[in-house]
C-alpha cells in the first residue's frame, strides 16, 4: 500500500480539445497524454505511486474539478514569474484555482535566468 498518490494534471489547450472535451484525438491531445505517461512511468520506476489527468476545457475550472473529485491533500503549482501586467494576463489560473479548491496550494516560483 502506498501512503501518498501523485496525481499528474494537464489540461489540453487545443482548439479540438475545447469543442470535444475528452473525446478529442487531435495530435496536441495525444501528445500531451503520451508526456504526462512518460511521467507518470518516471515516477513509478522510483517507486512512488502516481497517475495522470487530463484537463479540456477552461485550464482552472478543469484543475479544479480534477482536484475536488480525486480527494487530494494538497496541490503544488509551477509559477510563471511573470510581473505587472503579464501577471494579471498569464497568473491568473494559481489565483482562480485557490479558490475553487478547499485544500492548500503550493506555489512553486519559476527558476530566474541570471
Known amino acids: 500500500m502506498y501512503l501518498y498518490t ?14 470535444h472535451l475528452q473525446d478529442s484525438t487531435d495530435e496536441e491531445t495525444v501528445k500531451d497524454r503520451e508526456f504526462l505517461d512518460e511521467y507518470v512511468k518516471q515516477l513509478q520506476q522510483q517507486g512512488y505511486h502516481a497517475e495522470a489527468k487530463l484537463g479540456f476545457g477552461k485550464t482552472a475550472d478543469s484543475i479544479g474539478e480534477i ?3 480525486s480527494g487530494a491533500e494538497l496541490i503544488v503549482m509551477g509559477a510563471h514569474g511573470h510581473k505587472g501586467l503579464k501577471d494579471l494576463l498569464y497568473g491568473a489560473t494559481i489565483n482562480q484555482v485557490r479558490h475553487l479548491v478547499k485544500i492548500p496550494v503550493l506555489v512553486i516560483p519559476a527558476i530566474k535566468d541570471n
Open 6 to 19: 501523485y496525481t499528474l494534471i494537464h489540461v489540453v489547450e487545443s482548439v479540438a480539445s475545447a469543442s
Open 67 to 69: 482536484v475536488n473529485k
